[in-house]
């Protein structure tokens, strides 16, 4: 028991992460159905840049108290994670808006290599040790133990999360994007700027990409340039098993799947007579993946959209 | 035995019932129309017969056989085949080329054949371009064999599309709104066309809102109004119907 | 097509045996390259060209995917790690089996063609993007397994993957070794070469016969417009599955062939990375278009061997030291590739007739 409710708090800290990262996936699909490839690199470029920032203000020897240097590393990756994610939409998506499916797709892979090496060159090949942006205290908890950072990351994503909802349900903003999203065409017709909603699309998802970035990267206590890829493509399974285009089942899709990998990675030798071990935790997310699309690809919370001839 | 029979067919998405026991019956050698204001589910319907919908209740039998729900392709090898409403050509395919792949399911020759290019596969590509050019002459777009599908006229669209669907042999025709965007000249020469088919042995179905094409040609109609059959039979007949009028008008007339 | 090449740009005109004094003064060219190259450069290039034979056939075999029926495939190296795996189990020491190559290269197809139809059967139904991520989770899985089925049962050897390959045997030549043949000495890298040669012209006339045939056409309308395809009697997901089915075993083939030459294999060249090359060979050359595919994999080959050449100096001269490494320079100009010819020109360097129609008039309004 004291093992399976370690594994609940570890998969619900790894699904916050993922809830975060999946609601950008969402977003950009509920509004141009297109899968935005290069969102798991936003996340790494987030983490680095947070990390960077962090060195360099302690290198200078302000003597800043922990927790601004902190806010400062944040708001300076969500500032460049913006920045990113708004370029990368008005270059590689925007132009390709009419064109057949294959080449956004395209584009967005492209988009995501060059990232990657970019960030290699950038930071080089090595894995970066990551700061605990709060001193893991551990506390223990009917058994397991759960440190200040995971309380801390789960905490931070559920406020967001629940900003997010706000903003989408109760502001002009909100309302222009729900309705982009439904409807592009009618959408501009009622007066809404449909590029500067996608825009806005991308640029949110970024800000939440970055705090995804270092939230993991602290946990973890490693970031390094290669770390989007995995990352995006669990997260963008915890999309679809939630309900592509839907924020709630980017949220729950996020957290069962947090929890899915984490038990699942801690009870594999078990179940399959010590065939399989725990590095085979990666095939999860994918398993998971293939299994909803092929089984129910409106994943958990969708609607069942008929498509007419 | 009638060629198509439709037993009480119904469809809803979501909240929307966009059809409700419908029911028709065609027999062989007619041509049918199938007529109603937009949105009555006239379309749905060719879904549900052509296997793109599945019905949530209901049965379709044609030429005795069973094929509720089946695939479209299936649907098509049991011999009905389709137009589209909006023009679903293979744009950058050439004219030739989209009939030619009208001739698929009545052809085999698979990737072996295709590799090996013996006589057998040969021969048959002989025959699929053969047939594929009589087809054109048929509907007279002939002189546009090797265009690109795309830069043909509307006019010309549309009577390649129905080529296209001819190459698949089908004893049922199903010919959604071809007269659409049609003028009068171009009308009359669809109604040939239709004829011809007819005298060749093909059955139609149709749908169109072009009232005097429907009534001329047609020996039996159907009208849809809201997802329901409000009345059935020669068109004649069918044009005095009290609540045909009140669908199309909003009122019996005083 | 050599002679549609040259009909094309009017030599005929020049004179009317023009298409045949093409076509051998090429086959001339292709004959005596390892001989000119080793000459001219290092034996290390045909080795270089060796390689790139082999990606043009696999490039070809993710065409067929990709270009012809326009399913995207991220994970298309898993056919070629199959294929290669096969291959090296079945011929190493690593279980003491010995095949001959001739069942050997059978067998990978197969085993490749029997992948392919496992994923394809219950993902091709997939929406473009969702199976485009899902063939990447499927590559990637296949990765994760090479990489650790190696306890409890030591299957795959796990990441130190498998070596001492047997080398090809064929007519009684072994292909590692030096040969003399008719007077002439052959060795090891251009007996690769010829071989891999000859398989990929039999690749390419497969190929230009698959196009233009009734599997071809069937493709194509369904790269178009699928449910037309459906409406026109195509049973669409079997058409589909023979695509898949297909790429899979070129890749299969080429996995083999690689194993033999390289006498080692291990789940590290078989990742994302490497898919998204094959992938970028066909868009950059030509998606749809097996002379541009060709074209694309043969450049993209050959890139590191000459940004070795070209940007290292180059660098050196200008900063000192070389910034960019020839590995990190190719995978930047892959993601820029990747962006730019999606951009400015869809239809890749070479375009087939019919793509390149498709692709540049995405933003004309069609003809209703």
């Known amino acids: ?40 690199e936003v996340v790494m470029v987030g983490a680095l840049t947070a990390l960077s920032v962090m060195t360099g203000i302690t290198s200078l020897g302000l003597g ?114 729900r309705a982009t999203s439904e409807n592009q065409i009618v959408a501009g017709l009622m007066g809404v700027n449909v590029n500067k909603i996608i825009a806005a699309t991308f640029v949110i998802g970024s800000a939440l990409a970055a705090v995804a970035g270092v939230l ?94 | ?101 009208g001739r698929h399911l009545r052809t085999k020759a698979g990737a072996l054949g295709a590799i090996l290019r013996g006589p057998r596969t040969m021969g048959e590509e002989r025959a699929i371009r053969t047939r594929a050019r009589e087809l054109l002459e048929y509907v007279g ?53 239709m004829d011809q ?36 039979g020669a068109p004649a007949l069918v044009q005095k119907d009290a609540a045909v009028i009140e669908a199309y008008l909003g009122g019996a007339l005083p | 097509m050599v002679t549609r090449l040259l009909r094309h740009w009017n030599v005929l005109k020049v004179h009317r045996h023009a298409p045949w004094i093409g076509t051998a003064l090429v086959a001339v060219s292709l004959a005596i390259l390892p001989f000119a190259l080793e000459a001219g450069l290092s034996r290390t290039w045909v080795r270089i060209v060796d390689f790139a034979l082999l990606y043009a056939m696999l490039a070809m075999g993710l065409n067929i995917v990709v270009g012809f029926a326009g399913l995207l495939d991220l994970g298309y190296i898993a056919f070629y790690a199959v294929g290669a795996y096969s291959y090296a189990l079945l ?26 139809i496992l994923l394809g059967s219950p993902t091709l139904r997939l929406r473009g993007d969702y199976l485009a991520i899902v ?82 056409r069937a493709w194509i309308a369904i790269r178009e417009d699928e449910i037309a395809a459906q409406a026109m009697g195509i049973n669409t997901r079997n058409v589909k599955l023979l695509a898949f089915a297909m790429g899979a075993t070129f890749g299969g083939v080429a996995g083999g062939l690689f194993s033999a030459f390289q006498g080692f294999v291990s789940p590290e060249s078989f990742g994302l990375l490497e898919s998204i090359m094959v992938l970028c060979m066909v868009v950059l050359g030509g998606m749809g278009h097996v002379a541009g595919v060709v074209l694309g994999a043969l450049l993209l080959a050959t890139l590191p061997e000459v940004l070795r050449h070209t940007a290292s100096p180059v660098q050196q001269q200008i900063f000192g030291k070389v910034i960019l490494d020839p590995e990190s320079l190719r995978m930047l100009l892959f993601g820029l590739a990747l962006i730019l010819v999606m951009l400015l020109r869809p239809g890749g360097l070479w375009p087939s007739p019919i793509r390149r129609r498709e692709l540049t008039n995405a933003t004309a309004p069609a003809k209703v």
């Not at chain 3, 063939?135 to 650790?148: D, P, S, Y």
């Open chain 3, 135 to 216: 063939t990447l989770g499927f590559g990637e899985i296949i990765r994760i397994f090479l990489n650790n089925l190696n306890a409890p049962v030591n299957i795959t050897n796990g990441p130190q993957g498998v070596n001492r390959i047997d080398p090809i045997q064929l007519g009684g030549m072994d292909f590692t070794k030096t040969q003399e043949i008719l007077g002439i000495t052959f060795p090891g890298t251009h007996l690769h070469y010829y071989l891999f040669l000859l398989l990929t012209i039999l690749t390419i006339v497969i190929c230009i016969r698959l196009e233009d045939s009734r599997i071809g």
């Open chain 1, 1 to 40: 028991m004291d093992i399976f409710l370690q594994q609940v708090l570890n998969g619900l800290v790894l699904g916050s992460v993922y809830a975060l990262v999946a609601l950008g996936y969402t977003m950009v699909y509920g509004i141009l159905g297109l899968i935005n490839f290069a969102h798991g």
């Open chain 3, 91 to 116: 011929a190493s020491p690593h279980f003491g089996l010995h095949l001959p190559f001739w069942v050997l290269l059978p067998i990978g197809a197969l085993v490749a063609a029997f992948f392919g």
């Open chain 2, 141 to 193: 777009v002939a002189r546009h064999s090797h265009a690109q599908a795309k830069n043909l006229s509307y006019g010309d669209q549309r009577r390649l599309e129905i080529a296209r669907a001819l190459a698949t042999d089908p004893k049922l025709l199903a010919l959604d709104e071809p007269a659409a965007g049609m003028n009068a000249t171009e009308t009359a020469a669809l109604r040939g066309l």
């Open chain 1, 64 to 177: 800043l108290p922990g927790p601004l240097v902190v806010l400062l590393a944040l708001l300076v990756a969500m500032a460049v994670c913006m920045a990113l994610g708004f370029s990368i939409e008005r270059v590689a998506y925007r132009p390709l808006r009419r064109a057949p499916r294959l080449a956004p797709l395209i584009t967005a892979i492209g988009v995501s290599i060059l990232l990657q090496n970019i960030a290699m060159l950038v930071w080089g090949r090595r894995y970066h040790t990551f700061p605990s942006i709060i001193t893991p205290t551990p506390h223990n908890f009917l058994g397991a133990t759960i440190t200040d950072l995971q309380v801390f990351i789960i905490v931070i994503s559920g406020l967001i999360m629940g900003g997010l909802l706000l903003l989408v349900h109760y502001t002009r903003l909100g309302r222009a994007m």
């Open chain 2, 1 to 101: 035995m009638p060629l198509l029979e439709a037993r009480s067919l119904s469809k809803s998405f979501g909240g929307l019932q966009a059809l409700s026991k419908v029911s028709l019956t065609i027999e062989r050698g007619q041509i049918y129309g199938l007529i109603g204001p937009n949105g009555a589910g006239k379309t749905t319907l060719f879904n549900l017969l052509t296997g793109l919908y599945r019905p949530d209740e209901g049965s379709v039998v044609l030429d005795g056989m069973e094929v509720t729900g089946r695939k479209p392709h299936v649907i098509v090898h049991a011999g009905m085949a389709r137009t589209f409403q909006n023009i679903r050509l293979f744009a950058h395919m050439t004219a030739i080329e989209n009939v030619m792949v």
């Open chain 1, 216 to 309: 993991v990267s602290a946990n973890y206590s490693i970031a390094h340039y290669y770390m989007g890829f995995m990352l995006g493509l669990k997260a963008f399974t915890a999309a679809v098993l939630g309900g592509i285009g839907n924020l709630g089942g980017a949220m729950l899709g996020g957290l069962l799947l947090g929890l899915i990998e984490s038990i699942g990675a801690g009870y594999i030798g078990d179940l399959t007579g010590g065939f399989l071990g725990s590095h085979y935790q990666d095939v999860f997310a994918f398993v998971v993946l293939i299994a909803v699309l092929v089984f129910r690809p409106t994943g958990l919370m969708g609607e069942r959209v008929s498509e007419r001839a």
């Open chain 2, 197 to 232: 088919i007819r005298a060749d042995g093909v059955t139609i179905l149709l749908i169109e809102h072009d009232v005097k094409l429907v009534m001329g040609l047609c020996d039996r109609v159907a009208v849809l109004d809201y997802g329901k059959c409000i009345a059935e």
